[in-house]
């Protein structure tokens, strides 16, 4: 099923591997668009649901180091889902901008080219659980494996799926690159390997460039009123 005829606003998604930066430059641009009167709604997987959120916690516990490799896609598949159905597409037909801290290219990016799962399978999966659901634009936050896995140690907060070996996240990043090849369309690539200022200014300009081609505009005195 194509969703894409009830669609109003504007979906943005923000991919790359550990410590790309992602969460932080999402939030950064969540304040810019506030500001400016747009109305923003920020999103992060797996989660964001009642029942994504217990999801998550399972995908997430060291406790489930047993879990096999399509388990876990299916886990990440069962949080989309009820994420797009109970948020995503309610807030597009409202005509919003929603941020996405990641979406359905995490899972080919990380159970396809990194678990190397057959990667058609994974995304009749991807598409099944969307319901064809895809972004407006995709940012890659494009950084060394090496540099983004230090940034990760520094900042703490560790889990069972971080604790892969380097060439999984080395395959992950290759496969965020071809998808983002693939697809120029939807997909722009920034470096994130930049000063935190540098990479926002890129995100800004990207995404407001798409917002005026989608003739997506403030909603007057809303900055002001809250
Ligand atoms: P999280 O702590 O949110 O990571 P980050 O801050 O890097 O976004 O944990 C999410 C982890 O889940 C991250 O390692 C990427 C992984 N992931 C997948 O493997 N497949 C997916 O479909 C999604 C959404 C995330």
């Known amino acids: ?11 943005i998604t923000f991919e790359g591997s550990e410590g790309c930066g992602k969460t932080r ?36 516990d060291f406790k489930n180091a047993e879990m096999c490799f399509r388990t876990e896609t299916l886990l990440f598949q069962a949080s989309r889902a009820q994420l797009v159905d109970q ?7 409202e005509g919003g901008v929603i941020l ?24 009749s999966l991807v598409a099944f659980a969307t319901g064809g659901l895809k972004p407006d634009l995709t940012m890659l936050l494009d950084v060394d494996v090496e540099v983004g896995l230090q940034r990760r140690a520094g900042g703490g907060g560790w889990n069972r799926l971080d604790n892969q070996a380097l060439a999984f996240y080395k395959r992950v990043r290759q496969g965020y690159l071809n998808l983002a090849q693939a697809d120029p369309e939807r997909w722009a690539i920034i470096d994130a390997g930049q000063p935190l200022e540098q990479v926002q200014a890129a995100i800004q300009q990207v995404v407001m460039h798409k917002l ?3 003739g997506i505009a403030p909603t007057p005195n809303r900055s002001s009123s809250g």
């Open 1 to 11: 099923m194509d969703h894409s005829h009830e669609r109003k606003g504007v979906f």
């Open 25 to 60: 430059q999402v939030a950064e641009l969540d304040k810019y668009l506030q500001q400016q009167g747009y109305p923003v709604l920020v999103i992060r997987e797996p989660g964001g649901t009642t029942i994504g959120d217990q999801i998550r916690g399972i995908l997430l």
């Open 87 to 93: 948020v995503i597409l309610p807030y597009l037909h």
């Open 100 to 123: 996405g801290d990641r979406y359905a290219d995490s899972t080919l990016a990380y159970q396809g080219y990194g678990r190397q799962l057959d990667l058609e399978q994974v995304k």
């Open 212 to 214: 005026g081609e989608k």
